[in-house]
């Protein structure tokens, strides 16, 4: 799974941001730890550089820095953890991850020259985190959704956005104030009016955002509870391993030095469960010409693709385990046309 972050720079975020800072590590990073993920964190969001204060410098487990600030004085990458760091305004987020998805001009270390899309793996799940206490006034949902569709199609379409987008905005508390609006729930016009000490207040419930996470079947917190992060951040963080799935489109292995592969004989090997017999799925030509317990191969990608109602059930297995093979003879279900 990646999930990308993105963290407001404004005047007003200092507690949010300090906040984030604190819980990153140990409410979200370690669920997906635990949970078995194969998980990657995409900050956009300013790094905290000596003296400069409304930045986000994250550290070690999920980043590589063992203090903050660090030296040398830039955020530190590992294989769970990049930051594409560039000042977020209280209202232009949805812009900027557009603008910045396949530029680097924008970063102020020179650490993402082909944007920060090239940290994305086109296999895995994808999630967006938005922090504000603001709402999008350049960006609406649709001309986001339009806009990065236009850029990859990781994401799916404007129509069928394949990615779940959280909030954690400026609308009101439920009953219990840390607590999520479900997606089943309305679009939030109040605002929240104070953290569990009483303190701070918002002016915008961050409507595109609440719709963004309406659309996407996302969650939706209220920013005032940053002093109670820590639950905020455990129930983002169930929630992004609770909805892991596994990936149905996975690159075609490379071949042993020396030799080929044909391409006619891939096959793919499922198991629902540890320990169960695993299913071999046949190969048919194209989407087109998709069956039950089938895939196919995308020859331009270097890709291998579960046909639809494949994948569909692969993904209700227990512990589901993909391996792909190579057979002696052609693993064609149905005769190439």
């Known amino acids: 799974m990646d999930i990308i972050t993105v963290i407001d720079n404004s005047g007003s975020m200092q507690d949010e941001i300090d906040a984030v800072e604190t819980n990153i590590n140990v409410n979200f990073a370690n669920i997906l730890e635990a949970a078995g993920i194969d998980y990657r964190l995409i900050l956009l969001s300013q790094h905290e550089t000596q003296g400069r204060d409304l930045a986000i410098c994250v550290t070690a487990p999920l980043s590589a820095n063992v203090a903050c600030p660090p030296a040398p004085d830039q955020p530190a990458f590992t294989d769970h953890f990049f930051q594409y760091s560039v000042h977020i305004d209280s209202v232009d987020s949805l812009e900027l991850l557009v603008e910045t998805f396949d530029s680097g001009e924008m970063e102020e270390f ?18 967006f985190l938005e922090i504000t206490d603001d709402n999008s006034l350049i960006m609406t949902k649709d001309e986001f959704l339009a806009g990065l569709s236009a850029k990859t199609d990781v994401f799916g379409t404007p129509q069928a956005p394949r990615f779940r987008f959280h909030s954690i905005v400026g609308l009101s508390e439920k009953p219990t104030p840390t607590e999520a609006w479900a997606p089943s729930e309305p679009l939030q016009i109040d605002l929240c009016t104070s953290d569990v000490n009483g303190n701070g207040t918002v002016e915008n419930a961050g409507q595109v955002y609440q719709e963004l996470s309406l659309l996407t079947n996302g969650l939706r917190f209220p920013i005032c509870q940053f002093a109670a992060f820590d639950a905020v951040f455990n129930a983002i963080g169930n929630d992004v391993a609770q909805h892991a799935t596994l990936s149905c489109t996975f690159p075609i292995p490379a071949p042993p030095a020396g030799r080929e592969l044909d391409l006619a004989k891939v096959a793919v090997s499922y198991s629902a469960n540890v320990g169960e017999e695993a299913t071999l799925f046949g190969q048919v030509k194209g989407k087109d010409a998709c069956v039950a317990d089938a895939f196919y191969v995308d020859p331009p990608t270097s890709q291998i693709i579960l046909c639809p109602e494949t994948c569909a059930a692969a993904q209700t297995g227990a512990s589901p385990k993909i391996e792909v093979v190579f057979a002696c003879e052609d693993t064609f279900v149905t005769p190439p046309r």
Request: hydrophobic share 40%; proline share 11%; glycine share 22%.
């Open 110 to 127: 020179g650490r993402a020259p082909g944007g920060w899309g090239a940290w994305l793996r086109p296999q895995a799940t994808k999630v």
